[in-house]
């Protein structure tokens, strides 16, 4: 008899226990991501949102009575119970979440800066820690020690290679730096850059300054070859290069023409003030743009003006290139 009293003492325990924690299993489970910065209240308000549980409270005074409400990480979660606070408690407690990854598009042209808001946006990256190591001597300096065509550099701009990345969620800024400085050298070698360089007209980091500058002047890929070869006559003259776009680096602007008092700016960027390069890249270029200066076209022109089309007319003279800019202003004015 005393048997069939506990017999029935458990079934009712038991029946009592589902009653408050109904216990039903999926093969399929549920994916729960929880993100940088995000609580376990975020956490319970997803698994509520999801059926995984009831009560986001009872779930919520299991993690605190175990002691666990405070090391929940961030990650993606996978849950096969349903409507069962005990056992969604016990799923979150017993496994390592799988990391987040989040895809990030850096296209030609970007600045660091630029780079540095599009993380923010997209993960949450401290914009001034990431700007502070982009010049960051002793960063740059062991990053040098893997790259040695970086020995000197002060700067990570023109380095930071355009491409789609995955970055784990949460990776820190020197970790994005040093993917996308490995990225430039990784597709460096891949193109055979070294041999380019051999013959080429400037040097590897000179290369990688007038890069950038052609980068936001060409718009058609087959022009940038000969854009790069007016850069190169003008420094062979000894002539400032007159690059608009050094200008729109120091004011943070993009519009295309440029004030009279811009050109008055004293910054070593500046290439109306000042002869040869700026001291940096101005931008992050395509291995492409790379390549035509390591390679420009042979040509006699020292000036270029924007048709208005994408495309650009260019002049062996100052005669001849004013020309060229009353033609298109008379142009515009027919159309």
């Given at each position: 008899?005393?048997?069939?009293?506990?017999?029935?003492?458990?079934?009712?325990?038991?029946?009592?226990?589902?009653?408050?924690?109904?216990?039903?299993?999926?093969?399929?489970?549920?994916?729960?991501?929880?993100?940088?910065?995000?609580?376990?209240?975020?956490?319970?308000?997803?698994?509520?949102?999801?059926?995984?549980?009831?009560?986001?409270k009872?779930?919520?005074?299991?993690?605190?009575?175990?002691?666990?409400?405070?090391?929940?990480?961030?990650?993606?979660?996978?849950?096969h119970?349903?409507?069962?606070?005990?056992?969604?408690?016990?799923?979150?407690?017993?496994?390592?979440?799988?990391?987040?990854?989040?895809?990030?598009?850096?296209?030609?042209?970007?600045?660091?800066?630029?780079?540095?808001?599009?993380?923010?946006?997209?993960?949450?990256?401290?914009?001034?820690?990431?700007?502070?190591?982009?010049?960051?001597?002793?960063?740059?300096?062991?990053?040098?020690?893997?790259?040695?065509?970086?020995?000197?550099?002060?700067?990570?701009?023109?380095?930071?290679?355009?491409?789609?990345?995955?970055?784990?969620?949460?990776?820190?800024?020197?970790?994005?730096?040093?993917?996308?400085?490995?990225?430039?050298?990784?597709?460096?070698?891949?193109?055979?850059?070294?041999?380019?360089?051999?013959?080429?007209?400037?040097?590897?980091y000179?290369?990688?300054?007038?890069?950038?500058?052609?980068?936001?002047?060409?718009?058609?890929?087959?022009?940038?070859?000969?854009?790069?070869?007016?850069?190169?006559?003008?420094?062979?003259?000894?002539?400032?290069?007159?690059?608009?776009?050094?200008?729109?680096?120091?004011?943070?602007?993009?519009?295309?023409?440029?004030?009279?008092s811009?050109l008055?700016?004293?910054?070593?960027?500046?290439?109306?003030?000042?002869p040869?390069?700026?001291?940096?890249?101005i931008?992050?270029?395509?291995?492409?743009?790379?390549?035509?200066?390591?390679?420009?076209?042979?040509?006699p022109?020292?000036?270029?003006?924007?048709?208005?089309?994408?495309?650009?007319?260019?002049?062996?003279?100052?005669?001849?290139?004013?020309?060229?800019?009353?033609?298109?202003?008379?142009?515009?004015?027919?159309?």
């Amino acid at each position: 008899m005393r048997l069939l009293y506990l017999i029935a003492y458990g079934a009712l325990s038991v029946a009592l226990i589902n009653s408050i924690f109904p216990l039903y299993v999926s093969r399929h489970a549920v994916k729960i991501s929880l993100h940088k910065g995000e609580t376990p209240i975020h956490l319970a308000r997803k698994l509520r949102d999801s059926s995984v549980i009831r009560f986001e409270k009872v779930y919520l005074g299991l993690l605190r009575i175990a002691g666990r409400d405070r090391d929940i990480l961030p990650g993606k979660y996978s849950f096969h119970t349903r409507g069962n606070e005990l056992f969604a408690f016990w799923e979150t407690i017993t496994q390592t979440p799988e990391p987040i990854y989040v895809e990030i598009t850096v296209i030609p042209g970007l600045r660091a800066r630029d780079i540095a808001r599009l993380l923010y946006e997209r993960m949450g990256i401290d914009t001034l820690g990431f700007m502070e190591l982009v010049s960051d001597t002793d960063f740059i300096g062991n990053l040098a020690m893997e790259f040695p065509l970086m020995a000197g550099v002060k700067s990570l701009e023109g380095f930071l290679y355009p491409d789609t990345y995955r970055f784990e969620e949460g990776s820190g800024e020197a970790a994005v730096l040093y993917a996308m400085v490995k990225n430039f050298f990784e597709q460096w070698q891949k193109a055979g850059m070294d041999t380019l360089l051999d013959g080429a007209p400037l040097g590897f980091y000179e290369s990688l300054i007038l890069a950038s500058i052609v980068e936001k002047e060409a718009v058609s890929p087959d022009e940038k070859p000969i854009i790069a070869s007016v850069f190169i006559n003008r420094l062979r003259r000894r002539m400032p290069l007159q690059a608009n776009p050094t200008i729109w680096y120091i004011t943070g602007r993009s519009a295309y023409w440029l004030k009279k008092s811009d050109l008055k700016i004293d910054s070593p960027y500046n290439t109306y003030l000042h002869p040869g390069l700026p001291p940096t890249p101005i931008c992050n270029p395509a291995m492409s743009t790379i390549r035509a200066v390591l390679r420009p076209a042979e040509t006699p022109y020292l000036y270029f003006v924007a048709d208005g089309r994408g495309r650009h007319i260019f002049a062996r003279t100052y005669r001849e290139h004013l020309g060229n800019i009353w033609r298109l202003k008379n142009r515009r004015q027919r159309d």
